[in-house]
């Protein structure tokens, strides 16, 4: 319905507009309507610096003003050109021609004003459809509740009239965005809905080392932010959050984002879904590890069958507390991280163990399925590892670290 009410809007005044105006100023306007739709993204990549200028720093922002902005400038531009061009044609048939002449003048430029001004009504039906299209399909997936703003709702309440219309059909026509512009919408609209899908996010491959970023660990262990997720906010709400904010307003890690994501859209909303992720799935190796006490404890049994039940109690208090934190990371680039291990060396018997822990890194390597681990910094270490399934065992000094894949 309100797509036909903004049809019968747009075309009624713009024909009595043209009407009016005569079919000169009318006639520029088209043509300022046609070169503006063409030349808007293109040309509105070379203002984009403008806005830092001004303070706009939020790409998504820019992006999306860039164009728009270009595009009524031109129409503007137009628009002032038409006004000589008419002025001197008025002043001809006022003051050079006869009374008939102007009579026949007037109403053949009224006439057809009057028809391209509906022309041009319909070509702003059609620009104003497709940037409804654009803005609805990501907003229609992130309607939260009836609390959002009243321009929210009514440009969702367009958005699915253009659907029940069919006049979708004719925005898609001159849509030419990329697939990664929908697949982006589709991958928040998942994860705004099913906000326990978050915790799936953090384990992709290709997220991994986003997640280590500062920003996104501080927002990861803020339970206000937990809190507002698992009640599903209105959007608007989470997007204003300070911490929020502060990954919005950093260019460089929205580029970043955007870099690792971009190409693993598909791929990644298929994880999300199914938790199996058919790009790396074949890759073994790769995602988070959490370490398994039991399991390593049961490798040391098998080392020493004949260990002493209380030197195997000593043992266990030690790596309950010791590995309490204890995870490992491998990335798509080969980078990896140990996360918070103790000295990786089974203490002796006797030998006062030390609480400390640390964070390693390195770089893991595949040949045919044998893995390896070279742990870098002050002592480069090499260690073998193997997987199994859902488990992933590293072998140390004496002792065979075990952990579980993160699901």
């Known amino acids: 319905m309100t797509i036909w009410l903004l049809a019968l809007a747009l075309l009624a005044s713009l024909a009595g507009l043209g009407y009016r105006q005569g079919v000169i100023r009318v006639a520029f306007s088209l043509v300022g309507i046609l070169v503006g739709a063409l030349l808007a993204v293109p040309a509105g990549n070379l203002i984009k610096p403008l806005f830092a200028v001004v303070g706009v720093k939020n790409p998504l922002l820019v992006w999306l003003l860039a164009p728009i902005i270009f595009f009524l400038f031109i129409s503007i531009a137009f628009k002032l050109a038409a006004l000589p061009m008419h002025l001197k044609v008025e002043m001809y048939y006022k003051h050079r021609s006869g009374d008939l002449q102007l009579a026949l ?18 070509l702003y039906l059609i620009l104003i459809s497709f940037l409804i299209y654009l803005l609805s399909y990501w907003t229609v997936q992130v309607a939260g509740s009836e609390n959002e703003p009243r321009s929210v709702r009514i440009l969702n309440q367009m958005g699915w009239d253009l659907q029940n219309t069919g006049f979708a059909k004719v925005a898609r026509a001159i849509d030419r965005m990329p697939q990664t512009y929908y697949e982006a919408a589709d991958l928040t609209g998942i994860l705004y809905n099913t906000p326990l899908a978050e915790a799936r996010l953090v384990r992709y491959p290709v997220v991994l080392e986003l997640a280590e970023q500062p920003e996104f660990q501080e927002l990861a262990h803020d339970n206000i932010f937990t809190e507002m997720r698992l009640q599903k906010k209105e959007i608007r709400t989470i997007i204003d959050y300070p911490k929020v904010q502060t990954i919005l307003q950093n260019p460089a890690l929205l580029q970043s984002i955007w870099a ?12 999300l879904e199914t938790g199996k992720s058919p790009e790396y799935g074949s890759e073994k190796l790769l995602g988070c590890w959490s370490f398994n006490v039991n399991a390593a404890l049961s490798r040391i049994l098998q080392a020493k069958p004949d260990i002493s039940a209380s030197e195997m109690r000593k043992t266990k208090r030690w790596m309950v507390f010791a590995f309490a ?3 490992f990371v491998a990335m798509p680039d080969h980078r990896m991280i140990l ?16 609480s400390t822990t640390e964070t390693l890194q390195g770089r893991w390597g595949n ?16 260690l073998p590892a193997a997987v199994d399934g859902e488990r992933l065992t590293i072998k140390a000094e004496g002792l065979d670290l075990v952990f579980d894949h993160a699901n």
């Open 105 to 122: 003048w007037e109403r053949i430029s009224r006439r057809l004003g009057l028809c391209l001004g509906l022309l041009n009504g319909l």
């Open 367 to 382: 040949l045919d399925g044998k893995y390896q681990i070279t742990l870098s910094g002050g002592t480069r270490r090499e």
């Open 325 to 327: 934190g204890a995870s």
């Open 260 to 271: 690792a994501l971009a190409p693993n859209f598909k791929d990644l909303s298929v994880y």
């Open 339 to 354: 996360k918070e291990v103790p000295t990786l060396v089974l203490p002796a018997p006797g030998v006062a163990t030390s």
